[in-house]
């Protein structure tokens, strides 16, 4: 093979003194035939941290049996992951964004060490995708994304349950609608098999987009992790990746700004979660592509939401899978000219040439996915809204809602858990407009998932009619009446941090703003007397995170030039 192909083969090769290199992999049971293999390396998520990644080890498997079946010899190596389900409402969550840069970092970095020819990475919690996307664009080599796939939904008294139904049940609990063993089977029922959470959450959300990307195989995000089919999807991807290498497809080949569109417009088409604005403002850095926030207004405006998926709507993942799955959903955006059909895909195929056969539309009769002229909402769910509360922009999630406008008081919270307690206690009525404050990139740090919170007000029904702004984060289980990453945040002294109690504040998302009913002059006054705070951490990977990150507006990367 081409040695500027096989980089990790020529290295260990290289004559008497690659010896000692050589030796290293005698030891593991290398013959000396393997040296003339493409050396390719799998990052693999497994994990019992968390359900999401508890079943990636059989897909690690199989991916090794279709490289080596393809000629390829496997270097395996781990990458770390947290359960942002389980960190949720914790001072763990402030960790969650932070091991999305430790991730990206694994991989380059053992890409890099180890000279691989390639990489296939395996992933299954929220930040194992954009973390390996933009680990994958740094290192550059032939790579695939393999996602471990979706649990199956759990059951209780004739309803389908998933993740979000237990933090929903709480705010149910708390206001009396739920009996002391609804609420135990519940909480005992709801994640039933390994797999990600099941609606069109951030994990589900990212895995589709790589499929639009060009970055995975097509239909092989909303395969359950329970069903043999995705052991099958992922032998196929090693032999797939394989090809990659030796036609040296890399990444940077196929992540373009109109690829970027293409997973943009999969994103609002099913209704996926806000965290993909921020994720993809990183991987398309990590890419050196230019993207803004400007871009995703630009992209909503044009894209309609044809799929029925919660956490506002209907269906779960697995449900959006047998109504014909990502490329059912690409095919009719496609077909509509909302998608780039030239672009180039990891299987050496146009997004147009890998589509011919997918129906035109969905025959499934429940309408999971749905035609354009039918579609749920006519423009994106995604909105930036921008004003004197967010002159950088902020990130709405405006489906489910019955509203897109609320004008009122400010109910004004430094964290997260004082204003969670004051849902709990009742303190917090129709009309007020919570504002969740020094929870940014910087200032949390880490911008933390607000999950608890929404899903409290949600439970006490209040989704419709109390507004929350925060420049933290929302889960991809979160809906209502909600604006995250608020930018400049309030720890460098964004205008959110001069919020007072009561100060009526407007969330309109038909006019796209958010805006602050203060007048320049008292919010001078007020500047004038801010004092920055502390930072809460100074070390570690919190005290590092906190130093380095940069705005949510550019998405909270720690090497922006």
């Known amino acids: ?29 290398y013959e000396s035939g393997d040296f003339k293999k493409p050396m390719i390396g799998i990052a693999n998520g497994q994990s019992t941290i968390t359900p999401c990644n508890s079943g990636l080890q059989k897909l690690a498997d199989a991916a090794q049996l279709g490289i080596e079946e393809a000629g390829g010899k496997v270097q395996m190596f781990g990458v770390p992951t947290i359960s942002d389900g389980i960190a949720m409402g914790t001072e763990g969550m402030k960790y969650s964004l932070a091991s999305r840069e430790v991730i990206a970092d694994c991989i380059e970095t053992c ?98 987009a790589f499929e639009a990307l060009g970055m995975s195989l097509l239909n092989s995000s909303t395969m359950a992790n329970a069903y043999e089919e995705i052991e099958a999807a992922s032998r196929r991807a090693g032999r797939v990746l394989l090809e990659a ?49 400007d871009d995703f207004e630009r992209m909503r405006k044009k894209i309609p939401v044809i799929c029925d998926l919660k956490p506002s709507g209907e269906y779960l993942a697995v449900d959006l899978h047998q109504a014909g799955g990502i490329p059912q959903v690409m095919r009719i955006l496609l077909d509509a000219g909302l998608l780039h059909g030239d672009c180039m895909t990891i299987t050496g195929e146009t997004v147009e040439q890998a589509l011919q056969s997918v129906p035109a539309q969905s025959s499934d009769p429940r309408k999971v ?49 004082s204003a969670l307690q004051a849902i709990m206690s009742r303190q917090i009525h129709p009309g007020d407009i919570m504002v969740l404050r020094y929870l940014g990139p910087k200032g949390g740090p880490g911008m933390p998932e607000m999950l608890a919170p929404t899903s409290a007000l949600i439970g006490q029904g209040l989704g419709d009619s109390v507004g929350l702004i925060t420049d933290g984060r929302f889960s991809g289980g979160t809906w209502g009446m909600v604006v995250g990453h608020v930018a400049p945040e309030a720890f460098v002294g964004g205008n959110i941090a001069l919020v007072k109690e009561n100060d009526l504040i407007t969330i309109d998302a038909v006019n796209l703003a958010l805006t602050l009913h203060v007048s320049d002059e008292e919010l001078a006054m007020r500047r004038s007397k801010w004092v920055a705070p502390a930072p809460r951490y100074t070390r570690g990977v919190l005290g590092k995170f906190s130093k380095g990150a940069s705005s949510a507006s550019t998405g909270a990367v720690l090497d922006l030039d």
Not at 271 to 292: E, M, R
């Open 369 to 417: 996915i749905r035609r354009i002229d039918e579609a749920l909402y006519p423009q994106g769910h995604l909105a930036i809204l921008k004003g004197n509360l967010a002159e950088e922009g902020s990130v709405a999630k405006i489906t489910g809602i019955k509203k897109l406008t609320i004008k009122g008081p400010a109910k004004v919270f430094d964290d997260e858990q």
């Open 245 to 293: 290498v030796k036609n040296d497809l890399k990444p940077r080949d196929i992540v373009t700004k109109k690829s970027i569109e293409n997973a943009v417009a999969v994103i609002l088409a099913t209704g996926g979660s806000t965290n993909a604005v921020l994720h993809f403002l990183a991987i398309a850095h990590a890419a050196g592509v230019p993207w803004t926030m």
């Open 111 to 208: 890409v890099g060490a180890q000279w691989m020819d390639g990489v296939l990475v395996i992933g299954g919690c929220d930040k194992n995708m954009p973390g390996g996307m933009m680990g994958m664009l740094r290192a550059n080599v032939p790579s695939i994304y393999v996602y471990g796939g979706p649990t199956l939904p759990g059951r209780y008294k004739g309803k389908d349950l998933n993740i979000v139904s237990v933090f929903e049940a709480v705010g149910q609990y708390s206001a009396g609608q739920l009996s002391d063993e609804d609420f135990h089977q519940i909480e005992r029922r709801a994640i039933p098999t390994s797999g990600s959470c099941g609606g069109m959450y951030t994990a589900n959300t990212m895995s589709a």
């Open 1 to 29: 093979m081409d040695p500027k192909i096989n980089r990790r083969s020529a290295n260990v090769t290289e004559g008497v003194t690659r010896a000692p290199n050589r030796s290293m992999y005698y030891a593991m049971g």
